[in-house]
């Protein structure tokens, strides 16, 4: 069956053309004479109305078919003389595939909350609001692989199976093939304890010293028991790698990066972002085209500090040099100091992790965070160690074993270079496109603290 996606129906106005729709019915409305079925085939928010004559052969075929009913429709397409859409199908024939129990259906024409859709999570897709995010977040992972192709990153798919943990917070899940019990790791599968991936990074490097410039995006996992609503346990990570750069190289592919995907959303998803407009997040399409017109505020940490402590906010956690800016500072910096995304830079090396490299002062390593409004870290990378002895002398100070990181050192011991690289995290991505608040509904299946049903 050749069939004709709504959106491409609705853009391509061909009236007078026999085409076949395919999708569930949102809503019947039975007239004197004929009936009104709205279709949504989820190719796009607006639906195709469906005009079916009384005692048709197609009439007949529709029978009881109501809301969430799944369907095709064969007719023309016609200028419609209704109000709130311009075309519509005058039905010639009709194939029902499933009919929906209007008394256990849960996606009645009302609005449903947040909370009550997390339940139904298999079903919540089908509804305006999470179509539209679910359509937002392909779009996003799309221009994602534009700008990188486009830009010479190459794409590399780093493991999610690993023996390291990158980030050296322990937060890992096990990933085990021992019985219930067992804790003998070495007869285990790999011979070693084995975890889920929190990022690819350190692959990412050993590629991009040899590809030059490399990016992953892929799945990363988290056993932080923080109950937040930017924390999952399971999220997708953007990582890009480049050789011969260093933090300001990496600063502006930040920006550049998300300039073009915010961009290409707008460009791309205007009828689905007005919805979050209108719905969830009032004045977001104006944000957003602000940040493609207008540059991003840098500052260094110590600048930052300064900044917070001068305020005059009463936050819950003090701040001074040398501690970790919460969710509280990121969001006071980029809402309303700044109003504008604003990469921090030059952290500490106490609260960074062992790869950063180190500047000159002792004090700090070449790190940078992208702080976004209501969202605060979007964004975390640093130009890495490239020096063999300080990056050797870092991990003994930690108290780690160099023997264990002999693959990642060697990369400083053959031709080691100035690299730098980030990750961004993609569902905080789709929160700030969207406006949504909660990180459970922009992953289709959420994955947080108690919560593995689908
Ligand atoms: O700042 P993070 O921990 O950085 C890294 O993992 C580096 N190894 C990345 C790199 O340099 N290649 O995480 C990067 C980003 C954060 O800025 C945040 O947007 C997101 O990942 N993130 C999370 N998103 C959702 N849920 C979580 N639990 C997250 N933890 C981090
Ligand atoms: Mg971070």
């Known amino acids: 069956m050749k069939r004709t996606f709504i959106a491409d129906a609705l853009n391509a106005a061909l009236p007078s053309q026999d085409i076949t729709v395919c999708g569930w019915v949102r809503t019947r409305r039975d007239a004197k004479g004929f009936s009104f079925v709205e279709l949504n085939d989820g190719s796009c928010l607006a639906g195709m109305q469906c005009i079916v004559d009384e005692g048709t052969p197609a009439f007949e075929a529709l029978g009881a078919a109501n809301t969430g009913a799944a369907l095709c429709v064969r007719g023309e397409l016609v200028t419609s003389p209704g109000k709130g859409q311009k075309w519509e199908i005058r039905a010639r024939e009709i194939t029902v595939y499933g009919l929906a129990d209007p008394e256990s259906f849960p996606l009645q024409k009302k609005r449903h909350s947040d909370e009550f859709l997390r339940g139904i999570a298999h079903l919540r897709p089908r509804t305006n609001k999470y179509g539209a995010a679910f359509r937002i977040r392909s779009e996003a992972a799309f221009a994602v692989h534009e700008y990188f192709h486009r830009e010479r990153f190459a794409l590399v798919h780093t ?260 690299h730098a690289g980030f990750g961004l995290g993609f569902e905080r991505l789709i929160m700030m496109l969207t406006g949504i608040a909660n990180i459970r509904d922009v992953l289709p299946f959420p994955r947080t603290p108690g919560s593995l049903e689908f």
């Not at 690993?162 to 899940?173: H, I, P, Q, V």
């Not at 790698?241 to 990496?250: C, K, Y």
């Not at 689905?272 to 602000?290: M, N, P, T």
């Open 159 to 418: 493991p999610v199976l690993t023996g390291s943990d990158c980030e050296g917070a322990g937060e890992m899940f096990r990933a085990t093939a021992l019985a219930p019990g067992e804790t003998d790791f070495s007869r285990d599968f790999f011979g070693r304890p084995a975890q889920l991936t929190v990022s690819g990074q350190l692959e990412a490097e050993a590629l991009a010293t040899a590809l030059g410039r490399v990016y992953s995006f892929g799945p990363t996992f988290r056993a932080e028991n923080s109950n937040t609503p930017r924390h999952a346990a399971e999220f997708w990570m953007i990582e890009p790698e480049m050789a011969f750069a260093d933090l300001n190289d990496l600063m502006a592919l930040a920006e550049e990066l998300t300039r073009f995907v915010v961009d290409h959303v707008l460009t791309q998803c205007a009828a689905d972002l007005r919805l979050f407009d209108s719905f969830v997040d009032k004045g977001l399409i104006d944000r957003l085209k602000a940040m493609v017109s207008e540059p991003f505020a840098r500052v260094s940490y110590r600048e930052a500090v300064e900044i917070l402590q001068k305020c005059g906010r009463d936050f819950v956690y003090p701040v001074s040099f040398g501690t970790d800016l919460q969710t509280e500072h990121e969001r006071y910096l980029a809402e309303e100091h700044f109003g504008r995304p604003v990469m921090v830079h030059d952290y500490p090396k106490a609260i960074k992790a062992f790869y950063m490299r180190a500047n000159d002062d002792g004090e700090t390593v070449a790190a940078v965070d992208m702080l976004v409004p209501r969202i605060g870290e979007l964004i975390g990378g640093s130009q890495r160690e490239e020096r063999l002895d300080v990056l050797t002398a870092r991990v003994q100070e930690l108290g780690q074993n160099p023997e264990s990181y002999w693959w990642y050192l060697d990369l400083r011991r053959f031709g080691t270079v100035p």
